[in-house]
């Protein structure tokens, strides 16, 4: 299957840094990115889905200005999480779709300090 | 305080035995469903997938069983292994244009003894 890299896999920060995971789609080209929250032995929520060169759509409940979401091409997506705070830790995994099928990536531990 | 959180299924079994998971989704506007299996500190895994206008679909050791009726999925590992512990979610999509935007189920932690 076509494969999504995520990086980092993992990451500290302190608390009020903000932290960029990048998303990339390196054999396709995915139209749609869509960006999830894990915590703890819960299952994956979306947070946002973003359309190439358009803006993110949030899903209720994610604030669009903690977490920033940039889609500038067809093999790249970033979220940024700005002013982290510990409750923010989480695992996050982005997925590519270029249409018919999506693609997930491995993943970033994030843990804030 | 107590923190209160999720807690997920849990499915115990001998390698060897067949494994069955169970799903129940929401939306009866949702035309394609996959399971996925996550291992620790990794991503979801693509298992077998079905869409809507069918009721059963087979793969490799798996085979998964739609029932629309009653909003119900299901995912049948045969000759189960030490190797398939994980956990397992269902995820649906709503269609429409969205695709590949998933609502995935509470998911299932499946252990495999030898």
């Known amino acids: 299957g076509a494969v999504v890299s995520q990086h980092p896999s993992w990451v500290i920060c302190k608390s009020g840094t903000s932290v960029k995971i990048e998303c990339r789609s390196l054999?396709?080209?995915?139209?749609?990115m869509f960006w999830y929250r894990q915590f703890p032995k819960q299952s994956l929520m979306l947070m946002a889905t973003s359309n190439e060169g358009s803006k993110a759509t949030y899903e209720q409940g994610v604030e669009k200005d903690k977490f920033l979401i940039n889609h500038a091409s067809l093999t790249l997506s970033t979220l940024t999480v700005t002013s982290a705070h510990p409750e923010d830790s989480s695992f996050y995994i982005c997925?590519?779709?270029?249409?018919?099928?999506?693609?997930f990536g491995q993943g970033t531990r994030l843990t804030v300090v | 305080g107590e923190s209160v959180g999720l807690h997920l299924p849990t499915l115990s079994v001998q390698e060897g035995d067949n494994s069955i998971i169970n799903c129940a989704y929401s939306?009866?506007?949702?035309?394609?469903f996959i399971w996925y299996k996550q291992e620790s500190g990794k991503g979801p895994q693509f298992i077998i997938d079905?869409?809507?206008?069918?009721d059963k679909r087979q793969g490799q050791r798996v085979t998964v069983l739609l029932n629309k009726t009653v909003k119900h999925l299901s995912l049948q590992i045969a000759a189960t292994q030490p190797g398939d512990s994980a956990v397992y979610f269902c995820a649906e999509n709503a269609g429409g244009t969205s695709y590949g935007k998933l609502t995935f189920g509470q998911g299932t932690i499946l252990t495999v003894h030898p």
């Open positions: 939306n009866s506007a949702s035309d394609y």
């Open positions: 054999d396709f080209q995915a139209t749609t």
């Open positions: 079905i869409r809507s206008n069918m």
């Open positions: 997925s590519g779709s270029g249409g018919t099928e999506a693609f």
